[in-house]
């Protein structure tokens, strides 16, 4: 009763009314409380997932604006629309419904471009978040399982694509969808009944587009958006990580709050990406399904390539070699089926990567501080050789590209990936690891002599010195800020009391791991308070 | 994993527990605290603040322009209209105007709202104190009480019937929904070794749509063919042609190395599936002079002079030849069906 009184004395603002009309029903004072001015890092590396939830916000956004005008049936029907050359041309309804979204319906074209474009930056910048957040060890506790949320979005994103670019039913995407039956069928004993199945009969049939439809506007997306409301609801819980630096510690986080300063970055942002993509499509052709034309079984385009994303498992099924073995009356494709294990193999290798870390270090702590890559030179060197081989992979896929953009045979570029697709991310640890130790070197020179200053000065008896810039003490904190681990040691052979030890296999290996990791030559120690006064204390600096 | 034991020492110091302050005095690489606030131009001079006012107002006047522009343009140009526009080449004047205008205007509201953040927005940066995730252990005991105390409430341990004959129930009811998914399609039986060819059917060419015959195939050529009796305009048609698609080439009879591939030709004609046998793309691409064929899709290449075998890429076996001949009106006739299945390899294929 008094707050009656008091209201009748004194009106709230409508806007506080409002507030306290939902807080009465929504609790939304106490979720202000803890979020309201949150904290977030500034960063640059922080804006890539930002790019790949606002393309797609983007991508939901035209997509239900598609379904508007998309008819997802594969019924034959002959073209009368206003593009002239396919005239009288036989069709699906997928693909006669796709050319009047892009000749006749007024930004139509717009919002197909902007769809498609959106799922290729969404993609990219899926991988490049990932990457980010590999690099600089942010998946370790507590975030692993918001990795793998993140891991998993990455993978249905490919399927969600791939489900999408295949609607239109034209002459590119269908040759796409016969290859992913292709691939079906070498899977053993059940690849004929799968394939049947998923397209209600013998290849193309006339129910797979109206069945990815229903995959992709529905199924796909939704599992996602749940995975991405959890991915984020984590980054909150979590507190987002922030770099090294003074001031920045294990237990806290420094930067800005949400309200106001990220409401508008970040609010502001998914407008610049909105933007930016918008110009893309009006500048850029893609998919020009008009010049493809329909689907047939029987024709084909010469270098047909799939969205980007699907280049890496393209590339494995060109280069592996076509082997089939016959054995009591049943073909085992294996030239195909390898390639179709080898896809998820190698994506899940890099999202378990978080667990086997943990496994090797033994660490059960929390860690906020994300790691300059320099710092961890064997985790960086794996991640730069799952990059290579996925980057040969993609080189495999685009080999007709290659060879006729430059010159080359089509035989040497399929070998050259074959070969390099073991070589090539040895060669790449081996290179990044040398990198890593060499700036690991170089922070513990700049520490302990300063910065180059580029002062050359001439001493009293004729010798020259260049001189050095001793580095502020906030730069010294960062460049030594970071924890190196002491290598595992294996305890002794016999305990105190003579008894033989039983040490499992799977420590021996870890232990073996983790001084691949942490032993001698995988890193350099830090520089030392001791070095340090020995040497700014001593004898000046050069 | 969870039983290893990591002897404390064995892991870097907790690193950096005490914000702000230095730990040790006479500690070079302690952590000097954060760094005092630089003010920006616009926290001293009222003026610059002013104008990063303007610049911000400005790009919001900019997005509603661009916003009129994109109604005006929806307006104006016909949707067919073709214009050309340095440097784009020939674009559509609809889709070309559309684009620019609604990514100005998208792209000023966020220009906008950045500057303004980045200019006017207070930079002071602030510190939030983090808490472990884990819960604490009175936390911890209290949540593992309560849950003793439910499941002894429900008595699920104790009374095992129930707890089986629930499992069972919950098991069993999911098979309902794989049960309903059993007819979204036939079974595969013998549909992948069929094809519309058969004893006596005509070679129809794809491009004329007429019965081919022998002297219609010249040495050199690529010619595509489907059975007599299908029509594009055929329900089925796109499923039979993804089998019944065939190649034919002429081949100097000499030049043929397989003794089979030659019974099978008609004065050196060889027809041979059109699907390739990696994972079904139409071979389309035709080597005059030595009688290869490649698919474009993933270089998969076939001699056609020796039964079609793999000289190289990822598919696993040769080509399926359909055997041909010429009726008594002199067209080309097929001699009977594929004899093995033509497309991709599949488990029953043997």
Wanted: negative net charge; aromatic residues 12%; charged residues 20%.
């Amino acid at each position: 009763m008094s707050t009656a009184t008091e209201t009748k004395n004194k009106k709230a603002p409508a806007g506080e009314r409002v507030a306290d009309w939902a807080d009465g029903r929504l609790g939304i004072y106490t979720l202000a409380k803890a979020n309201m001015r949150k904290i977030f890092p500034d960063h640059w590396s922080f804006m890539l997932g930002e790019i790949a939830l606002y393309s797609f916000i983007v991508i939901i956004l035209t997509g239900v604006y598609l379904t508007l005008f998309f008819h997802p049936s594969m019924n034959e029907v002959e073209y009368h629309g206003s593009y002239v050359p396919l005239q009288g041309q036989l069709m699906s309804e997928a693909f006669n419904s796709t050319m009047h979204i892009s000749f006749d319906v007024r930004g139509g074209l717009l919002i197909r471009q902007i769809h498609h474009w959106g799922a290729l930056i969404f993609l990219a910048a899926m991988f490049v978040h990932m990457m980010r957040v590999f690099f600089t060890g942010a998946f370790r506790k507590p975030r692993e399982i918001n990795w793998l949320f993140g891991f998993l979005l990455f993978f249905l994103g490919m399927f969600t694509g791939f489900t999408g670019y295949s609607l239109p039913d034209d002459l590119l995407s269908g040759t796409g969808v016969r290859f992913m039956q292709g691939a079906i069928l070498s899977v053993p004993i059940i690849g004929t009944y799968i394939s049947m199945f998923l397209f209600g009969g013998e290849f193309p049939g006339g129910d797979f587009v109206a069945r990815f439809y229903s995959a992709h506007i529905l199924l796909l997306p939704g599992i996602m958006l749940g995975l991405v409301v959890a991915h984020l609801i984590l980054v909150v819980v979590h507190k987002h990580t922030h770099y090294q630096g003074p001031g920045r510690t294990n237990n806290n986080v420094v930067g800005m709050p949400l309200m106001p300063v990220y409401m508008a970055k970040a609010g502001g942002f998914f407008f610049l990406v909105f933007g930016v993509i918008a110009i893309v499509a009006a500048v850029a052709t893609i998919n020009p399904i008009w010049a493809i034309g329909p689907y047939r079984p029987d024709y084909v385009g010469t270098g047909a390539q799939p969205d980007w994303y699907m280049g890496f498992a393209e590339g494995l099924i060109r280069v592996m070699p076509g082997w089939e073995i016959n054995l009591w009356g049943h073909t085992l494709v294996l030239g195909v089926f390898i390639p179709l294990l080898l896809f998820p193999l190698v994506l899940g290798a890099i999202a378990v990567y978080p667990f086997i870390e943990s496994w090797i270090t033994g660490d059960k702590r929390e860690h906020h501080i994300a790691q300059r890559p320099r710092n961890a030179p064997t985790r960086t060197a794996f991640g730069v050789a799952w990059i290579t081989a996925y980057g040969i992979m993609l080189v495999g896929g685009g080999n007709d590209i290659f060879a006729t953009h430059f010159n080359l045979s089509i035989n040497s570029i399929t070998w050259f990936v074959r070969i390099f697709f073991f070589a090539g991310p040895v060669i790449a640890f081996i290179i990044t690891k040398r990198i890593c130790l060499g700036l690991q070197r170089r922070d513990h020179d700049k520490v302990l002599h300063g910065r180059e200053s580029g002062i050359i000065k001439r001493l009293p008896h004729g010798e020259f010195v260049e001189v050095h810039e001793p580095l502020s003490a906030g730069d010294r904190y960062k460049l030594t800020a970071h924890e190196q681990y002491e290598p595992a040691e294996l305890p002794p052979a016999v305990d105190e009391n003579g008894v033989e030890r039983k040490i499992s296999r799977t420590e021996k290996l870890r232990v073996k791991l983790n001084k691949s990791y942490y032993g001698d030559g995988s890193q350099i120690a830090k520089p030392t308070a001791e070095e340090y006064k020995e040497i700014t204390e001593g004898h000046g600096h050069h | 994993m969870s039983t290893q034991e990591i002897p404390e020492e064995n892991l870097p110091v907790e690193q950096g527990t005490a914000h702000g302050a230095v730990k040790v005095a006479d500690d070079p690489f302690a952590d000097p605290g954060l760094p005092p606030h630089k003010p920006r131009i616009q926290d001293i001079d009222e003026r610059a603040a002013k104008r990063s006012e303007r610049a911000v107002a400005f790009m919001f006047v900019l997005s509603m322009l661009a916003t009129v522009a994109f109604i005006a343009a929806y307006v104006i140009f016909p949707v067919d209209k073709i214009v050309y526009i340095w440097p784009f080449g020939h674009v559509s004047a609809l889709n070309f105007s559309l684009g620019w205008t609604l990514g100005l205007a998208l792209f000023f509201i966020g220009a906008g709202a950045v500057h303004w953040a980045r200019t006017l927005m207070s930079d002071v940066e602030m510190a939030d104190e983090r808490h472990p995730i884990q819960a604490s252990p009175e936390v911890k005991a209290q949540v593992m009480a309560d849950f003793a105390a439910g499941a002894e409430e429900s008595a699920l341990g104790r009374r095992k019937l129930i707890r089986n004959t629930m499992f069972g129930a919950l098991a069993l009811v999911p098979l309902s929904g794989i049960v309903l998914l059993r007819d979204m399609g036939p079974l595969p039986e013998d549909k992948l070794r069929k094809t519309l060819w058969a004893r006596g059917k005509q070679l129809i060419n794809m491009n004329t749509h007429e019965p081919l015959r022998p002297e219609d195939v010249a040495v050199g050529s690529l010619t595509f063919a489907m059975p007599e009796g299908l029509s594009e305009h055929d329900h089925g048609f796109q499923t039979e042609i993804a089998k019944a698609a065939l190649m034919i080439v002429r081949i100097q009879p000499d030049d043929i190395k397989d003794k089979r591939e030659l019974e099978w030709s008609h004065e050196g004609i060889v027809a041979f599936s059109k699907i390739c046998t990696h994972v079904g793309c139409p071979i389309s691409l035709y080597e005059q002079q030595t009688h290869h064929v490649l698919c474009p899709c993933h270089q998969s290449t076939f001699d056609l002079s020796d039964g079609a075998r793999v000289i190289f890429g990822p598919a696993g076996h040769a080509l399926p030849q359909l055997r041909i001949g010429v009726n008594d009106k002199g067209f080309l006739e097929a001699l009977g069906d594929f004899e093995e299945p033509v497309g991709p390899a599949f488990w029953e294929r043997g």
